[in-house]
């Protein structure tokens, strides 16, 4: 079938008005969507993550050995950092009681399932929304207490998350034991970076960073990652350090909301 | 045309719930598979039928605008310049013998 040019460019015009016109009401449209899918996006997410498992373990069972024999080393270590830490423990409780301090508030915590991620944004799509009393701005953790991003976008049902790894992404954090303050800026590609690091100051391999209450984003105290290699150049005023994430996107499946803190 | 047409939607439609919720766990490069897609049905559709690589483009173009964070109309414009580009291509300087026969 010829269609002739003309009613070619019409026919593209007045798709393109439409899909312009979607704009209007694209969270009713998007949530529509994102209703139906939903049960075959739960379906393929876990079915996801359970063949990339297969298949990493196949890949990865020649280093199994010996990242068993640092495993129990490591086990070696944490036995006796337990140890001591409960007896600081103890100590911080009597502390505590004597100095009659009530215990910090704890979050309010919602909990949500991840269904799918954006396929050019660091962005995922979680099944809590306007209906679960989720705002935009909310922060996003791992059931293990680690920085996972922040609402981005709320629809009825469901709620877009970005993620701290988004290039649109950055936030104040500071180095557990040093102290020193950076700012934390997504790369794309689950990559993110410490910038702003006074040249003065020293980093090191392997230091945890933590959230801040600076600028108020996220609660402070919340684990991002820890620091994979610093880069310092002469020409540069700054510091920046490259951050190895504490959480997998691909090992996710359950994520909490905080919605007060 | 209204089946072949519906049999499309469908198939964009569960190549992006795909390219969103599995192929993500594989790997973070892994290829847009509906962006692939359209290039093949461009390529590929016969001659004077070319305008499935439109609607396929405006199909999927539309599926990966409902699950990304851009507004509409994005992946829209990005899948009709490709479909429109290739098509220009294929009409001025590709001569192959078995696309004129299909």
């Known amino acids: ?261 | 045309m209204v089946k072949k047409i519906l049999i499309l939607t469908l198939f964009l439609y569960f190549l992006t719930l795909l390219q969103t919720s599995f192929f993500i766990h594989f790997s973070r490069y892994f290829p847009n598979l509906i962006l692939i897609t359209i290039v093949f049905i461009n390529f590929f559709a016969p001659q004077n039928e070319e305008w499935w690589g439109i609607v396929s483009a405006i199909l999927g173009g539309f599926f990966l605008d409902i699950f990304s964070e851009n507004f509409f109309g994005y992946y829209i414009l990005i899948s009709l310049g490709i479909s429109f580009f290739i098509n220009f291509v294929l009409k001025k300087y590709v001569q192959i013998p078995i696309i004129k026969k299909i």
Do not use: C, H
């Open chain 1, 1 to 261: 079938m010829k269609i002739p040019l003309r009613t070619k460019i019409l026919i593209i015009v007045i798709a393109i008005i439409l899909i312009s016109s979607l704009n209007f009401f694209q969270k009713k449209v998007k949530n529509f969507f994102y209703l139906i899918s939903e049960p075959i996006q739960k379906v393929l997410w876990q079915a996801g993550m359970n063949t990339s498992d297969f298949f990493e373990a196949i890949l990865e069972v020649k280093n199994l050995k010996k990242e068993n024999e640092g495993l129990k080393l490591k086990i070696q270590e944490l036995l006796s950092e337990n140890s001591s830490l409960k007896e600081l423990r103890k100590e911080n409780e009597i502390l505590r009681e004597a100095l009659n301090i009530g215990l910090a508030k704890e979050f309010q915590l919602n909990l949500s399932q991840i269904i799918g991620k954006d396929v050019s944004r660091d962005s995922i799509l979680i099944n809590k929304g306007l209906k679960d009393g989720i705002k935009r701005g909310f922060p996003v953790i791992t059931p293990e207490k680690t920085l996972v991003g922040k609402i981005s976008e709320v629809f009825d049902n469901f709620s877009k998350v970005i993620l701290i790894t988004d290039k649109e992404n950055s936030f104040d954090a500071k180095v557990v034991d040093s102290g020193i303050y950076g700012v934390i800026k997504g790369k794309g590609n689950f990559q993110a970076y410490l910038d702003l690091i006074p040249k003065n100051e020293e980093i090191k391999e392997g230091d945890l960073l933590i959230t801040t209450s600076l600028g108020g984003i996220f609660p402070p105290g919340l684990l991002v990652g820890k620091v994979k290699e610093v880069k310092k150049l002469d020409i540069e005023p700054f510091q920046q350090a490259e951050i190895e994430l504490a959480f997998d996107i691909k090992n996710l499946d359950f994520l909490f909301i905080i919605t007060n803190f």
